[in-house]
């Protein structure tokens, strides 16, 4: 079955740099990849998505890139900000529409 | 305002009483899932609905049960909790498909 492997799981960054977490999938029939920001005492919050259609999918600070290649793909967020602070979950999900969530990243934004 | 909201919100408990955690959403979805969070070891999907009356399993439905009478309610229903079921749960759900569109705020149980 799908596996899909999260890195890195603690991220501390500098206010105003970008952050960067990628996570690896092993099915290669999965087609479709959220991403969900969750805030403490918070449910996951779907941000960005990207099917395996496209490569780049960018919503103003937040981009995912998608390497079908190598299974692998990338939440980039650029100028990073206070409220960015949270725990990050990536996702794959394949035909049948079964969903697997990598095991998190907790992102610090420094002031 | 799109929601899905779960109740109780917290809830301690002893082995083998019975306990359900309702949850509603307001967005006529016909999708609705539910999952278990644990340290380490993320989220994990219980049971999910694709219509009313139409419930399956999902990756861990050991010990649980659901029903889906109406589109917009989906209880989570633990007929004899057991210490292992302590955890934080989700209700989630989506206009289709299995991905999830929207959670609840979490319901975290302590089961003693």
Redesign the interface.
């Known amino acids: 079955g799908e596996n899909v492997e999260q890195h890195p799981s603690t991220l501390s960054v500098q206010e105003g740099d970008s952050a960067v977490i990628k996570c690896t999938y092993s099915d290669s029939a999965s087609n ?1 990849f ?1 991403w ?1 920001k969750q805030e403490l ?6 941000i960005i ?1 990207i099917r395996s259609n496209v490569g780049e999918k960018k919503d103003q600070r937040i981009a995912v890139t998608l390497n079908k290649t190598a299974k692998h793909f990338s939440l980039h967020i650029t100028e990073t900000q206070p409220e960015d602070s949270a725990v990050y ?1 990536c ?1 794959a ?1 394949s035909e049948d ?3 697997i ?4 990243t907790r992102l610090h934004i420094l002031p | 305002e799109a929601q899905v909201t779960q109740n109780p919100r917290y809830l301690i408990t002893v082995t083998g009483k019975k306990l359900t955690v309702t949850c509603s959403q307001n967005m006529n979805h016909e999708y609705m899932s539910w999952y278990r969070q644990d340290p380490g070891l993320g989220l994990r999907q219980i049971y999910y609905s694709m219509n009313v009356e139409v419930t399956d399993k999902g990756d861990v439905p050991e010990g649980y049960k659901v029903s889906r009478k109406e589109k917009r309610n989906f209880p989570l229903i633990l007929e004899s909790p057991s210490p292992n079921q302590t955890s934080l749960y989700f209700c989630a759900s989506s206009l289709t498909g299995r991905q999830p569109q929207h959670f609840g705020d979490g319901t975290r149980l302590s089961i003693l």
């Open positions: 479709y959220p969900y005492g918070k449910g996951p919050q779907l998505d979950f996702a999900s529409d079964k969903i969530f990598g095991k998190g």
